[in-house]
C-alpha cells in the first residue's frame, strides 16, 4: 500500500469552502441558520484540534490510569449530553438509571471488544482503548438520548391506556411493554439502518480513514464489521438497561403510575 499523503495546513483550510457553500446556501433561501450552522463548524474546528493534541499527549504517555482517566471524563461527558439532548422533563429516577445504563451498557461491550475481539494486551492501551470507547460510547449516547425521549413521550401519551390495563389487572411491566418496546425500537433503529447500508450504499468514516492512511481494505473491512457488531451491541445494550429498569420510574410501590407533569 503507499504511503498516506499528508493534508497541508492551507489545503485544509481549502476544504472550508464546503462551508462557505453552505452558508451562501442557507443565507440565499432565507433559512436562517448561518450562525448556528457557523458556530457548529468552528466548535468542531476547535475541539478536534485540542482532541488531537491531547491524544497526542495520551498515546505517548500510555499509562492505565490516564487511560481510565480519559475514559470516565468521555462517560460523564456522554451522559451529560443525554441530559441536554433529551428536551422533555425526566425524573430524578429515570436519570440515574440513565447514567447507570451508559456505564453498564458501553463498559461490557469496550472490555469485550478490546479483551476478546481484538485481543490487544495490556487492554488499556491507549491507542485502542480511546478511539474503540469514544465510538461505542458515542452511539450509546445517540441511542438511549433517543429511547428515554420516546419513553417519557410514550408513557405520557399512553398514559390512559397503561392505566386501564393496570385496572385489568396487568403488571406494571406488562401495563408497559408496547411503549417500552416502541422506544427500544426506535432508539436501536438508527445503527440497524446503518448496517443494511454500509458497503453498497456507503463506506463508513472509519474504514475510509484506515485505507486513506495506507491500511489493506481487507483489514479495514475486518475492523469495520467488528466495530459495528460492537456498535450494535453495545447500544443495545445500552438501550435495554434504560427500559429495564426506565419504565420502574413511572410507578410507585403501589404499582400505580405518578405524576408525569
Known amino acids: 500500500m503507499n504511503d498516506i499523503v499528508e493534508i497541508e495546513w492551507w489545503r485544509l483550510v481549502a476544504a472550508y469552502a464546503f462551508l462557505v457553500i453552505v452558508l451562501i446556501i442557507t443565507w440565499k433561501q432565507g433559512i436562517g441558520r448561518e450562525k448556528e450552522i457557523f458556530i457548529s463548524a468552528l466548535r468542531m474546528t476547535v475541539q478536534l484540534l485540542v482532541m488531537g493534541y491531547v491524544l497526542v499527549a495520551v498515546f ?26 433529551i428536551k422533555v422533563k425526566i425524573s430524578r429516577k429515570l436519570k440515574t438509571v440513565i447514567a447507570f445504563s451508559m456505564l453498564l451498557g458501553t463498559g461490557l461491550p469496550i472490555l469485550y471488544f478490546l479483551i476478546v475481539v481484538i485481543n490487544i494486551e495490556p487492554w488499556w492501551e491507549a491507542q485502542y482503548l480511546i478511539p474503540i470507547a469514544g465510538m461505542l460510547i458515542g452511539n450509546s449516547m445517540t441511542g438511549i438520548a433517543l429511547g428515554a425521549e420516546r419513553l417519557v413521550n410514550g408513557m405520557r401519551a399512553q398514559k390512559d391506556t397503561v392505566e386501564g390495563a393496570l385496572m385489568l389487572g396487568a403488571t406494571p411491566y406488562i401495563a408497559s411493554r408496547p411503549v417500552v418496546n416502541g422506544a427500544f425500537n426506535a432508539a436501536t433503529m438508527p445503527v440497524i439502518n446503518s448496517m443494511m447500508g454500509m458497503g453498497i450504499v456507503f463506506l463508513p468514516g472509519m474504514m475510509t480513514g484506515q485505507i486513506l492512511s495506507g491500511v489493506s481494505p481487507l483489514v479495514a473491512i475486518e475492523y469495520q464489521i467488528a466495530i459495528m457488531l460492537g456498535l450494535l451491541g453495545s447500544v443495545s445494550l445500552t438501550v435495554f438497561t434504560l427500559m429495564h429498569f426506565g419504565y420502574k420510574t ?7 403510575l405518578v405524576d408525569m407533569d
Open 60 to 85: 505517548d504517555i500510555n499509562h492505565f490510569l490516564l487511560s481510565l482517566g480519559v475514559l470516565g471524563l468521555m462517560e460523564l461527558f456522554a451522559i451529560y449530553n443525554v441530559y441536554q439532548r
Open 250 to 256: 413511572f410507578f410507585n410501590q403501589d404499582a400505580q
